[in-house]
């Protein structure tokens, strides 16, 4: 079945440094591809998504690109702020019934130091 | 513009009690609606499905069960329960008959303690 492996964390950085968060999904066809973030005590929150292979989606400075030859998301940001310390979720759609299940990832968890 | 509502913030109940958490959409009509549970240090898992008033889909068997009364509102309930209940559940939406998907939009979640 769909499923989707994210780089185990925590993951802790100083700010400004470069981040990288590795997602690989394995599916049938193309799925769409998303990443969502939740900051502590909160629901989840659409960070960027790409639609097709070779799309590259971007947002708050957070970008991925949709690679088929490696079926991968990884999420990148070039200098990191102490306010990305957040759970961070790669996920999948798939078609069900006339709705649409988002599989997810385990969550990499981000520190942030000042 | 849409907003989802979700309540209560936090619970703590003790094992064998109901639950009732509700969750409700405005601003959109005939959203699909869904269930999330996210265990501590675990990822999400869709709990119930719903395309319209009165349609519910399990995704897995449990000790919950879910309902749509009304167009916009969805409600999760459970008769007693377990410890292994204790959880962060989540409500989302997402537009119906859309040609492609564009995301959930989730509320903010109850977060919920079996004592």
């Known amino acids: 079945g769909d499923s989707v492996t994210q780089m185990e964390g925590p993951v802790t950085l100083s700010e400004e440094a470069f981040l990288t968060i590795n997602c690989t999904y394995t599916a049938t066809g193309y799925p769409s591809l998303f990443w969502y973030v939740q900051y502590p005590g909160e629901g989840l929150q659409l960070l960027l998504k790409a639609t097709k292979a070779d799309d590259k989606g971007s947002n708050k400075g957070f970008e991925a690109t949709y690679r088929k030859e490696t079926t991968s998301f990884h999420l990148e940001k070039g200098s990191v702020q102490v306010s990305d310390s957040a759970v961070y979720f790669c996920?999948?759609?798939?078609?069900?019934?006339?709705?649409?299940?988002?599989?997810f990832g385990q969550g990499t968890r981000l520190t942030i130091n000042p | 513009s849409q907003t989802i509502h979700q309540w209560p913030a936090t619970l703590v109940q003790p094992v064998g009690s109901p639950l009732s958490l509700e969750c409700t959409v405005e601003?959109?009509?005939?959203?699909?609606l869904y269930w999330y549970r996210q265990a501590a240090g675990r990822g999400l898992q869709l709990l119930f499905y719903s395309v319209g008033i009165g349609q519910i889909s399990s995704e897995v068997p449990q000790n919950l069960s879910a309902s749509r009364p009304q167009d916009r509102q969805f409600i999760l309930s459970s008769k007693k329960l377990l410890l292994s209940d204790s959880g962060f559940y989540l409500c989302a939406w997402s537009v119906a008959g859309q040609e492609r998907f564009y995301g959930y939009t989730f509320g903010s979640g109850t977060r919920l303690t079996v004592v």
């Open positions: 601003g959109t009509s005939n959203p699909n």
């Open positions: 996920a999948l759609v798939r078609g069900i019934q006339g709705a649409q299940k988002l599989v």
